[in-house]
């Protein structure tokens, strides 16, 4: 049989069976929209097999279908008690859901050399045998725009350390949680120094700002001194378990004096410049032909439009989308073959055009402006540590 596609066909079918995900969420039966949501995962990773390059693009939208799936299981699970009171089991059982997998590599990160070193440095120091006085950091906080990359440093340390990854979203544990926040906290910091070496990925630490918000609550103010606590009792070395937290924000300036002085070590994450652009878009385009791209002018417009690292992941996206479908213009008629006739054939693709790129970039906009960077560099300047 002739090379030809395979992935129209499971295309429409994930395309069918998102519409009964749509329904099922609109009617409320949340365990049949969760049942949906895994079959779009499994769907997208068949897709994956079929085409070597596309494959990080459908085994990330596979990835996203898993956490929609996730999200589902708690909403529904939390539907009697809104907020189910914490037994230890049940706390054990929220932590476990924090534990991630991470596979990301240095190497699937353009650009942020210096963010990269920095870090790297951090985690050596730590694991080193070393003076006494020489006090290695036990949090490094990441701050810049949205989208440039935070969380993939923070995957990429634990996954060179074999680490177990805590990734937090504090936004989602104070909403979640609320009031029994500040014993999630403590919790999690006793199962990080089981599990070591961990890496405790606090992102959106911002939502924890007492000082701007119009009404704090007690709930707020024990949850931020919970994380205090762990932060100053935390000891790395000697023979303490690694347990580094590495926070992240979009609005620095948001934070308390409490948490920043915790976090001496603050790194920025700019928006990629040309050569970052550059090393992202190889990234995005792997396992493509890109000869016939003229890397240079497609980074200096990035940079222009003042993109960040996944305006131009979502770039590359739309651009090897718009090469699929220039190529398998047919593709759904195959979706009346059997399935297992479907997963016998192979995705066609061409060499990236500079023309595909073309409509991608009028749809993609950034919602940063020049002065939105500038106040990064400004906070940079005064309290950034390089
Ligand atoms: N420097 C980068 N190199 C490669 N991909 C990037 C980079 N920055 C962002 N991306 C892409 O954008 C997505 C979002 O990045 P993320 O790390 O979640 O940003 P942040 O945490 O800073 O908001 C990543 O999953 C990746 O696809
Ligand atoms: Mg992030």
Known sequence: MSRADLSAPLLSIFEKVKLEYLKAKKSGDLELARRKALECAKIL?????NSPGLRDLYLEKASRWIRTARSLKQESGAEKPRIPPLSDNNLKIGLEDLIAKTRVKWNDIGGLWEAKRLIMETIVIAGLKRPESIKPWKGILLFGPPGTGKTLLASAAAGSLNATFFNVSIDKVLSKYFGESSKLISALYSLAREKAPSIVFLDEIDAL????RRETSDALRRALSSLLIQLDGLKIGGNEPLVLTIAATNAPWDLDKAILSRFPRRIYVPLPDRRASKEIIRICTRGLDISKLRLDDLAAKCVEKLYSG????????????????????DLYRLA??????????????????MEDFEDAFRKI???????????YERWNEKYGEY
């Open 45 to 49: 990773r068949l897709l994956a097999e």
């Open 209 to 212: 700002t007492l000082s701007r």
């Open 310 to 329: 996944r305006d131009i992941s979502n770039l590359c996206q739309q651009a090897i989308w718009n090469m699929v479908r220039d190529v398998n213009r």
């Open 336 to 353: 009346e073959l059997p399935y297992e006739k479907i997963r016998s054939m192979r995705l066609k693709v061409r060499p990236l055009l």
């Open 365 to 375: 906009r950034s919602p940063l402006t020049k002065k939105d960077i500038e106040a």
